[in-house]
């Protein structure tokens, strides 16, 4: 794995990364009816994350990459399966609120790891980190108040379901820092893809989506990949608190793309969202500055 050692161009790959992820609500927005086929999107998504991963480990570790498989273990197994349903539950997220609001769930997934870490790790959680906590938690009790009709509550659940699943990987990886993370995230998208395919036949749908909609599936799955490699590689150089911080990138993006108009979205948040979602990007922001003493590294290997 490239090791970067200027911090600099480090927080430059990992906003790099945030810029790719932060496409994703945007590509999901341009997916024609996707309400009516998040099956077929994860199917097609979870093979091209799982494609591409696993050609990654190939030329960075060799023949010898599926080896990493017999290692996961109990402990990457769980987290495969928590990333997967965080990715699932969060095509159901989008398709059924705003972008805002189910980026902004995903944005509180710090103060979901911490509960898990203090409820299965036994990690301590300090005082100024349940003040964060309690602000963020404040915030999506406001964004959850103006989500009308029961479609939009659905969204809102959704989207706390996702940044639970995220959470879960998370706290995986500190249970057994060992596990090769890389490929529990390819297990994540294959996951998807055998779940999707079961629902699928269950329905006795189509397996694939129209051409047009088969390409975005796969776009989405590609800048997954991209973001996960340029994330794993400035990950080594950047203290944990500091890659919190950063991941508002993703967040910030997604909200602006699918509302700038000139991109033909114009999903405009509305005045809950925006305080809502201002009292969580402060509450992350002050659990990073409340962090910046931790110099506690979660490379991506």
């Not at 995903?106 to 300090?126: D, N, Q, R, V, W």
């Not at 820092?177 to 995230?185: G, R």
């Not at 991941?247 to 909200?255: A, D, H, K, Y």
């Not at 948040?269 to 990007?281: A, E, K, R, V, W």
Request: aromatic share 14%.
């Amino acid at each position: 794995m490239l090791q970067i050692k200027d911090r600099r161009f480090a927080i430059t790959i990992t906003l790099l990364a945030g810029f790719f992820w932060s496409f994703g609500p945007f590509v999901v927005r341009n997916i024609d009816q996707a309400g009516n086929v998040p099956w077929q999107y994860l199917f097609t998504r979870g093979i091209v994350i799982f494609l591409l991963l696993n050609l990654f480990l190939f030329f960075e570790e060799g023949r010898n990459f599926y080896k990493n498989y017999f290692k996961v273990g109990i402990s990457g197994l769980i987290g495969g399966i928590g990333l997967g349903i965080a990715m699932t539950t969060f095509i159901w997220s989008i398709t059924n609120t705003t972008a805002a609001i189910t980026l902004l769930c995903l944005a509180a997934m710090p103060f979901i790891t911490a509960l898990l870490g203090f409820l299965f790790l036994k990690e301590e959680i300090s005082l100024n980190v349940w003040i964060s906590i309690l602000i963020a938690t404040v915030g999506i009790v406001i964004m959850a108040m103006e989500t009308k009709g029961a479609n939009s509550l659905l969204g809102l659940l959704f989207g706390l379901a996702s940044a639970l699943g995220f959470s879960i990987f998370s706290v995986s990886l500190r249970w057994r820092k060992e596990t090769p993370k890389f490929t529990t995230v390819a297990i994540a998208g294959l996951f998807c893809c055998i779940f999707s395919f079961i629902i699928i036949q269950y329905n006795d749908q189509s397996l694939l989506s129209s051409s047009k909609n088969e390409s975005l599936f796969a776009f989405h799955g590609v800048l997954v990949c991209l973001g996960l490699i340029l994330y794993s590689i400035g990950s080594k150089t950047i203290p944990a608190a500091e890659l919190t911080l950063l991941s508002l990138t993703e967040v910030i993006g997604g909200i602006f793309w699918v509302w700038v108009p000139i991109l033909g979205i114009n999903e405009i948040p509305s005045s809950n969202t925006i305080t809502g979602g201002f009292l969580i990007f402060m509450s992350i922001v002050y659990y990073s500055m409340i962090m910046k003493d931790n110099k506690r590294f979660i490379g991506l290997n």
